[in-house]
């Protein structure tokens, strides 16, 4: 933690742990979601569970763009790759998501032309650069992405870029926190909601969280003391029998999103009727497509897409990390076969994967310990 | 790619609205504006970038405060300043020299990790 004030933060840290404390009734246990990544990964970093009383358990949820995406989707990619005069794009952390018959990268060492950008306008710029060939960008990520596609598929209309496409693989946070809602896997007290997606859609759509399930949310900010706070705010909320969302990040998330992105996406695309999502299954509605006004723009529209599934492989677990029911560290490849070098699972591969943050920051916090007195498994095994 | 990073306007076209100049990690870049159409943005604002596209406008304590986070998480903050700095943003066949305005490879922050506004001059 490279804060100027580190150690007044530390107090303050310290101080608001203290009143979460005294909010905890005695003898009950709490399960929170932090259903973002970004979030995940300050809690382990800054190793936050070890700031809260043991009746206190965050569950990590599926707010990981690379996370959820199905290797049957990684192998569409490849095959549209694979088509004459065809360049692939996408952001760099799917380069190693594994698929059912290899990652980017090896699609690229058999003879793909799969291309990370940074911003689906840099696949633009490359569609303007390479005439003769057709770009795709494949999009992924959640709503704090899908303005970007939308706005970069609107330019492509106004500049008549006729070589460039969309692989469209947005998906959208609320069905999924529904179908975890839904879940019988897993009971929760409350949700720490995410932070850059609500600057998009606003707290509004969370409502029904608070209303149907009687559960609280808080949209939250990145640090330490945001995370703290919020679920401080949480607690407030249970301890006076309310269930409202909240927002604690209100300096940059506004009650009603950012309504010119809105548009812009509702200009572009519109919901799938279902998605498979890694781990959570088919969720309905739960994912966009371009719009029919859009089929020039849209890859799955241009080109044949296979569309097949591909099961996860047998040892890995991303599906019940992804839903919160395993800790990272209780799946059975973690740390051994499952590495960021080598990863198995999408929970591995990105950096907003609850795995790879765990792996690379949370060894020596409270449940790690834990872990290892309870489970007595080989603690050097998960050592990098 | 679910990364806020924050940067600061520098300059904003007037013949393309859509398109400002801003400095990112000390880097300057050409950032798609378009979303935040009803701020107002003038030189001088900060902005949350995702992607290449600006989605929030925040205060320097808030853009100091996300640099911070992107610290700590090291090595996907070092990948995605690296992604952006090798991106060529919009840099369109109308606007060859948005996006090209390349400012001091050295980021502008201290030794203490703050970041600090371009040339001081706010």
Request: charged letters at 25%; aromatic letters at 8%; one cysteine or more.
């Amino acid at each position: 933690m490279r804060f100027v004030d580190e150690y007044r933060d530390s107090d303050k840290a310290r101080a608001l742990a203290g009143r979460i404390a005294a909010l905890c009734e005695p003898g009950r246990t709490y399960k929170f979601m932090e259903v973002c990544g970004g979030h995940t990964h300050t809690i382990y970093k800054h190793g936050l569970e070890d700031y809260l009383p043991e009746a206190i358990t965050l569950i990590h949820g599926p707010g990981c763009p690379v996370c959820v995406i199905p290797m049957g989707r990684v192998d569409d990619a490849i095959h549209l790759a694979g088509q004459p005069d065809v360049i692939m794009t996408s952001f760099g952390d799917m380069m190693r998501v594994p698929g059912g018959d290899g990652s980017f990268f090896d699609a690229n060492a058999k003879g793909a032309d799969i291309r990370m950008v940074y911003s689906p306008l840099d696949a633009l710029r490359i569609a303007r650069d390479n005439p003769a060939k057709h770009v795709i960008f494949m999009a992924i990520g959640f709503e704090t992405t899908v303005p970007s596609t939308a706005m970069t598929a609107l330019r492509a209309r106004t500049e008549g870029i006729g070589n460039f496409s969309v692989f469209c693989n947005h998906v959208t946070i609320i069905p999924a926190i529904k179908a975890i809602l839904d879940s019988p896997d897993l009971r929760l007290d409350g949700f720490i909601g995410p932070g850059h997606v609500s600057s998009v859609i606003g707290c509004a759509p969370y409502e029904f969280i608070a209303r149907d399930y009687g559960k609280p949310l808080v949209v939250a900010g990145f640090e330490p003391l945001d995370i703290l706070q919020s679920i401080y705010m949480i607690l407030r909320q249970l301890a006076e029998n309310r269930s409202e969302v909240e927002n604690q990040y209100a300096r940059v998330v506004p009650w009603e999103g950012n309504l010119k992105a809105l548009d812009v996406i509702n200009e572009v695309m519109e919901p799938r009727a279902y998605f498979e999502w890694r781990g959570l299954g088919f969720i309905s509605h739960s994912a966009l497509r371009m719009k029919n006004t859009y089929a020039d723009l849209d890859a799955e529209h241009l080109f044949q897409v296979p569309g097949g599934r591909v099961a996860d492989p047998k040892a890995c677990q991303c599906g019940e990390v992804l839903k919160g029911v395993l800790k990272p560290w209780e799946c059975k490849v973690f740390g051994t076969a499952c590495t960021p070098e080598t990863p198995i699972g999408t929970c591995m591969v990105s950096s907003e994967g609850a795995c790879a943050a765990y792996y690379n920051f949370g060894r020596f916090t409270r449940s790690r310990v834990k872990e290892a007195t309870v489970r007595h498994s080989t603690a050097q095994g998960v050592q990098p | 790619m679910c990364l806020g990073i924050p940067g600061e306007i520098i300059e904003i076209d007037p013949d393309q609205p859509d398109l400002a100049t801003v400095e990112v990690s000390g880097v300057r870049r050409a950032i798609n504006v378009g979303l935040l159409s009803d701020e107002r943005l003038t030189p001088g604002d900060w902005i949350l970038i995702h992607v290449g596209f600006a989605l929030s406008k925040i205060d320097e304590e808030e853009a100091r405060s996300a640099m911070a986070f992107l610290e700590s998480i090291g090595q996907a903050y070092e990948d995605e300043i690296a992604a952006l700095r090798a991106s060529t943003l919009d840099a369109s066949p109308q606007t060859p020299a948005a996006g090209t305005t390349e400012g001091s490879e050295v980021a502008q922050r201290g030794s203490d990790g703050v970041l600090r506004g371009s040339e001081g001059a706010r």
